[in-house]
């Protein structure tokens, strides 16, 4: 089994709706990051959490929240989606090294 | 201002013809310089942590070197199953553990 997941792997929706995207990891670390990956602008942090009391704001959080519901589970939420919010979205983890470990993904359209 | 910039963008080689990756950074005080391969609608999947001048490290036939300014990622003989997109990413300052990402070298590999 994968150690980072991620729910929904793909999802359309429409301009205006809210959606949760879901991280969960076993690798027991305490760090946990979201991004954001567009054709030729790269992987762009959005929030990051060190610990299940501590949430940070990344290079692009405008018009994104986040949840850190437990040590394993950090959700990234967008309000009120719209067309510019099309992206990947990745997942990350971290333990006492300073390697990140990357979900898989999920692909989100916002029609 | 870019931190990270990777070259080139796009680079296809025969299979078995060796080249090199570049990576310059403008950080002050590196914290660590990151190595990853990305597949195509996957999660970057890591490959090397540098931390300091004059260190290399080296799997199967990818070796990693660093210098003050910047990283170089050598592909001796390769593939068409080294075929990937390669980021670089170097810790962030002010942002605790997040990485800040080039935007990577797509590389393609034919037999």
Known sequence: DADVTQTPRNR???TGKRIMLECSQ???HDRMYWYRQDPGLGLRLIYYSFDVKDINKGEISDGYSVS???????SLSLESAIPNQTALYFCATSGDTDTQYFGPGTRLTVL | EDQVTQSPE???LQEGESSSLNCSYTVSGLRGLFWYRQDPGKGPEFLFTLYSAGEEK???RLKATLTKKESFLHITAPKPEDSAT????VRAPNSGYALNFG???SLLVTP
């Open chain 1, 12 to 14: 359309i929706t429409k």
């Open chain 2, 10 to 12: 796009a680079l296809r």
């Open chain 2, 103 to 105: 935007k990577g070298t």
């Open chain 1, 26 to 28: 076993t690798k027991g």
């Open chain 1, 68 to 74: 850190r519901q437990a040590q394993a589970k950090f």
């Open chain 2, 58 to 60: 080296e799997k199967e």
């Open chain 2, 86 to 89: 390669y980021l670089c990413a």
